[in-house]
């Protein structure tokens, strides 16, 4: 019987299909491609599978128990680590993609620059068409020189760390489970459990968490009030991590200056929430690691032909996720 591996994504291009099908031939696989609209013929196909390549919950639910791998196209893999009966067997193996941090850290950029150079007040000026040259100039902030508390230092709060002291931060705090990383861009890496000690010293909070039971409500009520009345806060992990009622009650009373969040719960956000109303809030719509930036497709699809280069020599997988662990 063939080896035969699914695709199923809509962001690949001929380009990458190609790639794709000659990673597969060397690795001794037969490779078929679906797209959005052919999830029958996907689910088809995959009962030949050993291995699929997609971000769907419903596809992976519908595989054979020969499925041994699972790769996951997204970073943040929570629905599969939540609900073990989306496997078909406990062993088939979960990756997840590495490869969102170089977009996800401009993202970052972007809307820090917003918040510390206070674009949101220009906007204002914009709508109102009223530029009165009389007003006193707003003081603004800056990255260099400035400090900044990074929530996680996996390959998103990395690319974001090493963005800021391009641009000339002058400390940059990770932290993390383990309290270390080998990564050298790190000014100070911290345990989580230094969070608490942290805040008060934090002028701009950056959190790139996954969701996990650890994570979620991490930025709760108690700790949102320890963080500065002038600090800024950034989230581009999940929005489980943030008690968003505390978040718009701090915003709104001026007990934080500022909120970019990219994340939150639910999405979309239905049209009565109230974050919409929130003042000094930013909200753009989980599109931080959007892929329709072709070196994040590209990264994509390597990081797939080298893991199956893995699979097929029988090496440990770059992408495996602990299941038990969330990430
Ligand atoms: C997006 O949030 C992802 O997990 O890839």
Not at 144 to 167: E, P, Q, W
Not at 296 to 311: H, I, K, M, Q, R
């Amino acid at each position: 019987m063939s080896r035969n591996i699914c695709v199923y994504l809509n962001f690949l291009t001929e380009a990458h299909r190609e790639k794709i099908q000659k990673a597969a031939a060397r690795a001794g696989f037969q490779v078929r491609f679906f797209v959005k609209g052919q999830f029958e013929a996907a689910r088809d196909w995959v009962q030949t599978c050993e291995i699929l390549y997609s971000n769907s919950p419903r596809l992976l639910k519908a595989s054979p128990a020969a499925l041994r791998w699972y790769c996951c196209s997204s970073a943040g893999v929570d629905p599969y680590c939540r609900d073990v009966s989306l496997f078909p067997t406990p062993d088939c193996m979960l990756t997840n993609s590495n490869v969102y941090g170089a977009t996800i850290a401009e993202h970052v950029v972007m809307v820090l620059l917003m918040m510390l150079r206070r674009m949101p007040e220009y906007e204002k000026i914009m709508a109102g068409r009223s530029w009165s040259p009389s007003d006193p100039l707003s003081p603004i902030r800056s990255i260099r020189d400035n400090t900044f508390t990074i929530l996680g230092t996996g390959d998103i709060g990395s690319h974001v760390a090493s963005s800021l002291k391009g641009l000339g931060a002058a400390k940059v705090t990770g932290l993390c489970r383990s309290g270390y990383s080998s990564n050298p861009v790190w000014d100070e890496v911290l345990p989580i459990s230094a969070l608490d000690d942290v805040l008060p010293r934090t002028k701009n909070l950056v959190m790139a968490l996954p969701s996990t039971p650890e994570t979620v409500g991490i930025l709760s009520r108690a700790r949102i009030a320890r963080l500065p009345s002038d600090a800024y806060l950034v989230n581009v992990g999940r929005g489980t991590a943030i008690d968003q009622e505390a978040l718009a009650d701090a915003l709104n009373s001026g007990a934080l200056a500022g909120a970019a969040l990219d994340v939150m719960v639910p999405e979309p956000l239905p049209q009565d929430h109230p974050l919409w109303e929130t003042k000094n809030l930013i909200l753009t719509p989980h599109v931080s690691g959007n892929m329709t930036l072709g070196y994040t497709c590209d990264a994509n699809v390597d990081a797939f032909c080298a893991d199956l280069e893995n699979y097929a020599a029988g090496r440990p997988l770059a992408g495996l996720v602990d299941r038990s662990r969330g990430y």
